[in-house]
């Protein structure tokens, strides 16, 4: 309860250029991904499709069904788990720089409550606004999916698109959400906050989602995989967020 009451009163203080962006990011974010749906049905798409296995395709599938579904399952979702991924530190940059700028940190700290308590709930608001958004945008493309190709034998939602959504996102966010959290409690500006975040993430998102896509697609097995190993990350990156405010910031 007492993590519930910090993610309400960060709601309430959030400052009015970060709820301008929750609107504009998942803009953002479902014009990317709509741009590779739509994309599949050009000719240039079915034309230039990788010379990938019959066998990957569901059986039975036309040349349009076959761009429709490499840019769905294999060209999407790197993308999404990406974005789904930076969505959110822009809020947990506000986390603690933000309470320095407001000073009002003093105060937070002074609060009878665990600094497990406390960092958990600093991770609350960004983390539902990652999942949120991402599901948001899963729905959003669902129905253009279902709309746009109403005869093709690629339907939404599929298996590996819902343990996207409901396994690996939250994974993901919630790695970001803690990385960013931990850069916030160490820097006095949200903005200073927001770029080292930002510069710290990216790059390793390209290089982790880059590498396992290289050689393998992102298959519901492979999803829950990489969710399982980034969760135990989480978990590290929890106990060292709490530590650290233990012995203060």
Do not use: C, H
Request: proline letters at 6%; hydrophobic letters at 55%.
């Amino acid at each position: 309860m007492r993590a519930l009451a910090i993610a309400r009163k960060d709601f309430r203080e959030l400052p009015g250029y970060f709820k301008i962006s929750t609107i504009m990011l998942p803009a953002m974010m479902i014009f990317v991904i709509s741009t590779f749906i739509f994309s599949a049905g050009s000719s240039d798409a079915i034309e230039d499709l990788p010379g990938l296995p019959d066998s990957l395709f569901p059986p039975g599938s036309t040349d349009l069904d076959k761009s429709l579904y490499f840019s769905l399952n294999i060209l999407a979702p790197p993308f999404f788990l990406m974005l789904a991924t930076l969505l959110p530190i822009t809020l947990a940059a506000d986390a603690f720089a933000g309470e320095r700028e407001r000073k009002t940190l003093e105060t937070l700290l002074a609060l009878p409550m665990r600094s497990r308590d406390l960092f958990l709930g600093k991770t609350l608001l960004p983390l539902s606004y990652g999942f949120g958004a991402s599901l948001v945008t899963f729905l959003v493309i669902t129905i253009l999916v279902n709309v746009s190709f109403p005869d093709s034998t690629i339907t939404m939602p599929n298996l590996t698109w819902l343990v996207l959504i409901f396994v690996t996102v939250p994974a993901f966010s919630l790695l970001g959400v803690l990385i960013q959290l931990l850069i916030s409690s160490r820097v006095d500006r949200t903005y200073f906050a927001v770029q080292i975040g930002s510069l710290t993430i990216l790059p390793i998102l390209v290089l982790f989602i880059g590498g396992i896509t290289g050689i393998l697609l992102l298959s519901p097995a492979l999803l829950l995989i990489v969710a399982g190993g980034v969760f135990l990350l989480d978990y590290i990156l929890m106990q060292l967020g709490s530590d650290s405010l233990s012995r203060g910031l």
